[in-house]
């Protein structure tokens, strides 16, 4: 087994609590690609905010984004699309707006939302440091009928709150009740919903099969719950050292957390 493709989580991974890519891991990462292996990064962000960041860091292979229900290059072109229905978006915004949760969806040109996001979003907080090109669409509409003109464009609903136990009784009522969608939490303030399909697991499968490389030579790095799914795939499955205990028990290898260069001593310790 040799590492061809890594796979990479973004926030409470690559990006530190500060949302920077520490020094060590570029220069862990340029090593990786010197040694010609291909590097994705691999978020639930949206494509446009992950491109961003590839860019920063001289990424040239696809992007797994909106956790793996799209998968873009670097230059715009689509690999893999798999939206939301639009019956299950109005499901899923009627019951947070009615439990009174925060919500909104997550396209490839940015969010949708029926209220203004909070300065602390991390979108905004974002697009205060780019340039009007670079920022992330930020779109709020009236009313939830008109979602119809983004039909094909909705990829993710994402839910946040500090309620920890309505977060959990939302989830799991949507698990019961649409068990054709996909359910996962990133952080411990949220949930997410995807079609089918879409999952950071099965992305890293089509992305692999697109660059005609072995799932025994991929190696996933990830934090969190909606990582799981990839690591499981993978030849080699590294946690963080802030990762949860689900992932760090699912995992082959666990390294270094995500202030400390945990992605460079992965990278070290698998590419020679």
């Known amino acids: 087994m040799a590492i061809q493709l890594i796979c990479i989580d973004m926030d409470g991974t690559l990006l530190m609590n500060q949302h920077d890519i520490a020094l060590v891991d570029q220069e862990a ?35 797994i984004a909106s956790n793996g229900a799209f998968i873009g290059g670097v230059e715009d072109e689509v690999i893999y699309h798999n939206p939301l229905d639009l019956q299950d978006v109005h499901d899923f915004m009627t019951l947070t707006q009615e439990a009174g949760v925060l919500s909104y969806l997550t396209a490839n040109f940015g969010i949708i939302s029926t209220v203004e996001l909070p300065e602390t979003n991390i979108y905004k907080v974002l697009n205060q440091t780019l340039p009007e090109s670079e920022k992330i669409s930020l779109k709020v509409i009236s009313s939830l009928e008109e979602l119809s003109q983004y039909e094909q464009d909705i990829l993710k609903g994402v839910c946040i ?45 089509h992305l692999a099969n697109y660059l005609n490389i072995s799932y025994d030579d991929v190696m996933c790095i990830g934090d969190s719950e909606n990582d799981l799914s990839m690591l499981k795939v993978a030849g080699v499955s ?17 390294t270094a957390d995500n202030q400390h260069g945990g992605v460079a001593q992965a990278i070290y310790h698998f590419i020679q």
């Open 29 to 63: 990462i340029e090593y990786a690609l010197n040694q010609g292996v291909h590097v994705a990064i691999t978020t639930g962000r949206v494509y446009n905010c992950a491109r961003l960041y590839a860019k920063r860091i001289g990424l040239q292979t696809p992007i």
């Open 161 to 205: 709150g500090e309620d920890h136990s309505l977060l959990v009784e939302l989830k799991e009522k949507l698990k019961k009740t649409h068990p054709h969608l996909e359910v996962v939490s990133s952080w411990n303030d949220n949930f997410e919903i995807m079609k089918k399909g879409s999952s950071k697991g099965e992305a890293v499968q």
């Open 238 to 254: 590294v946690a963080m050292g802030n990762a949860t205990p689900e992932v760090k028990e699912q995992a082959d290898y666990i």
